[in-house]
Structures are given as structure tokens and as C-alpha cells.
């Protein structure tokens, strides 16, 4: 199955999946390949472009997010663009590694060989359980091999 634009359902779905299994190895330097030399960010509030910086983020990321957990799914697509909405759970470094969860969504652009070239995330994060204690984690004792099996609740979508 092509992984290029133009995308249909199915090969954005699979996009999206594809996706998803990468960031959860957390390793930057596989990462980092599925975009372009150039590619443009925006995360949050953090704007910049190039593998250099992408890798740099990344380490920086998941220095801070520990125990990260990512589910992505499929929320529109065009001829090569696709919108995702996603959930990630962590423990966070800088506040005494209390459990997170980030809501979000991203919007990416590819170019004709199926690399992403832009790459504009917004997210929020709220803490999980009293206090950040982790209690009602959706991911807690799965892999990244599981988390497509966990119903997430209607009123978290």
C-alpha cells in the first residue's frame, strides 16, 4: 500500500497508524524521517523547521515525558493533507513526575513522495488522578501495541 498522496481512507488511516507506532518507539532519529529536510513545526507555542531542530525537540520532549504512551486517529483527510486527532499519557519530569494526558490535534501537509513537509500541532495537557497520581490512566499496563484497543470515552473526544 502507497503511503503517498493523493490519499483515500484507507492509505490515510494507515498513515495515521504508521505514525502513531513511530513516535511511540520514541527514538528521534527514526522519527525524524518521516518529514522532509525543511519540514516546518509549530508545537504549542515552539515554531521551528529542519531535522536538526526536529530532533533536538524530540530529545528535549521525551527527556521531559516520561512513560509516554500515544494514540492517533484519523479525523479528516484531502489529497495530501491529513487532519489527526490524538491522546498521549506521560509522567512529567518538572512536576514530580505526575501523570498527564494531552488532548490534541495535528494537521500535516505531504509532499509527492508521502514525506510530511508541515507539521502544526495544538495540545493540552490536564493531569490524571488526584493530584497527578495516575488514577484512571486509559493506558496504564499497555504498550504501544494496545493502545488502538482502548475505548476512549465519548466526552473526551
Not at 47 to 59: A, R
Not at 97 to 117: D, V
Amino acid at each position: 500500500m502507497s503511503l503517498k498522496p493523493p490519499f483515500t481512507l484507507q492509505t490515510a488511516i494507515h498513515k495515521v497508524k504508521v505514525a502513531q507506532g513511530l513516535w511511540n518507539t520514541r527514538d528521534p532519529h527514526r522519527v525524524v524521517l518521516a518529514y522532509t529536510p525543511t519540514c516546518i513545526w509549530r508545537n504549542r507555542s515552539h515554531f521551528f523547521s529542519g531535522h536538526p531542530s526536529i530532533i533536538q525537540f524530540l530529545q528535549q520532549k521525551w527527556a521531559k515525558e516520561k512513560n509516554y504512551l500515544l494514540r492517533k486517529e484519523l479525523f479528516a483527510f484531502t489529497d495530501n493533507k491529513i487532519a489527526v486527532q490524538f491522546w498521549y499519557e506521560y509522567q512529567d519530569v518538572l512536576d514530580g513526575m505526575k501523570w498527564k494526558r494531552c488532548y490534541g490535534i495535528e494537521h500535516w501537509t505531504f509532499n509527492e513522495e508521502g514525506k510530511m513537509e508541515r507539521r502544526m500541532m495544538s495540545g493540552n495537557d490536564v493531569q490524571i488522578g488526584n493530584d497527578g497520581d495516575g488514577k484512571g490512566r486509559w493506558f496504564e499496563g499497555l504498550g504501544p501495541e494496545d493502545v488502538d484497543g482502548v475505548k476512549i470515552p465519548e466526552g473526551h473526544f
